[in-house]
């Protein structure tokens, strides 16, 4: 009876709030959701590039996109605010055509401008459920003549274990135009190991929050050397994100991890930013290489 009593006037207390308008999270929500409609048609999105390093190669192997969108009243709006909504509102569809086209564009420029790097984008759950989305990548990929396999689609753990069964459908199409598959953020969802073994994947993004503070957190290694183990007995290529120190990224590669991405090496950038940070970054390895040998 408590209980029922205490819900009771929680529920009366969400009535009085929605009509005073003193949600103000609530109102935020929906004033954004409205805005977000009419955000690219405005030239609010803009897609940033993060890039993730081989440590076997010491090259620069994708360019990671992660949409910004600068609010004129709000200023910056981030990813983790915004794609939830448009998941909410039925934008989400558009915008990962959006990042895709935007990503697939710049990503062949580089490459006819000699930068030979590879294209990463995220993917929402809801992709993985539009049956539509191979057909989409694979037009895209063969209007942008972008070779399929220097794509790779980056799904968070959590999500694809929501609904397996028809994820997989999506997949595995994907996986079939030659286009790779991550595991973004591993480590934060309820996958099984049984699990993981039957997804078409290529490559293990270790989640960022065991990564960043790798260097003071024995635990964190403890947790790290493990999902290495694992990603690499699967054959997958392991990547580590949020790698913020030069201490994290010297324990990553004592325990071989393949690949890393973090602030240590750059931010998400734009375009421009990236080039430029990719080419100082390319001539200072070979000066490095040049003074051992
Ligand atoms: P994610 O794909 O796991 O991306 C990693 C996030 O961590 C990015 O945040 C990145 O800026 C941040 N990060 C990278 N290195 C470091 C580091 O060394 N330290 C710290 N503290 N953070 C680091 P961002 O750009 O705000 O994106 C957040 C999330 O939003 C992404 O997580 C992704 O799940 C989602 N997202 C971003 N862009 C898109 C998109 O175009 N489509 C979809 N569906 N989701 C997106
Ligand atoms: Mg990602
Ligand atoms: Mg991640
Ligand atoms: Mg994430």
Not at 23 to 50: C, K, M, P
Not at 167 to 195: K, P
Not at 279 to 288: E, G, V, Y
């Amino acid at each position: 009876a408590d209980i029922a009593m205490y819900e009771a006037k929680q529920a009366q207390r969400r009535v009085a709030v929605y009509q005073t308008g003193h949600d103000e999270t609530h109102l935020r929500r929906i004033g954004l959701i409205s805005d977000l409609r009419r955000a690219r048609e405005r030239d609010e999105l803009r897609v940033f590039y993060q890039p993730k390093v081989d440590l076997r190669s010491g090259r620069v192997a994708h360019a990671e996109a992660l949409l910004r969108w600068q609010h004129p009243a709000l200023g910056t709006i981030s990813p983790d605010e915004f794609i939830p909504l448009a998941e909410h509102c039925g934008l989400i569809h558009e915008i990962t055509a959006f990042v895709l086209a935007a990503g697939l564009q710049q990503a062949s420029a580089w490459r006819e401008d000699g930068l030979e790097i590879g294209l990463a984008v995220n993917l929402s759950p809801m992709d993985l459920l539009d049956a539509r989305l191979p057909d989409r990548v694979a037009g895209l990929l063969q209007a942008h003549r972008f070779p399929a396999q220097e794509l790779i689609l980056e799904i968070t753990e959590s999500t694809v274990m929501r609904d397996v069964q028809s994820a997989l459908i999506t997949m595995r199409a994907l996986r079939a135009l030659g286009v790779r598959l991550s595991i973004d953020d591993f480590g934060t969802g309820h996958s099984s190991l049984a699990q993981l073994r039957s997804l078409p994947v290529d490559e293990i993004k270790i989640d960022k929050s065991f990564v960043m503070r790798l260097d003071t957190n024995p635990e964190d290694t403890v947790i790290v050397r493990s999902a290495i183990e694992i990603g690499h007995n699967m054959g997958l290529v392991v990547i580590a994100e949020g790698v913020e120190q030069s201490g994290s990224l010297e324990i990553l590669q004592r325990l071989h991890c393949d690949m890393v991405q973090g602030y240590f090496f750059s931010k998400p950038v734009p375009a421009e930013d990236f080039r430029r940070w990719h080419d100082d970054f390319q001539a200072n390895a070979s000066t490095r290489s040049e003074q051992i040998a």
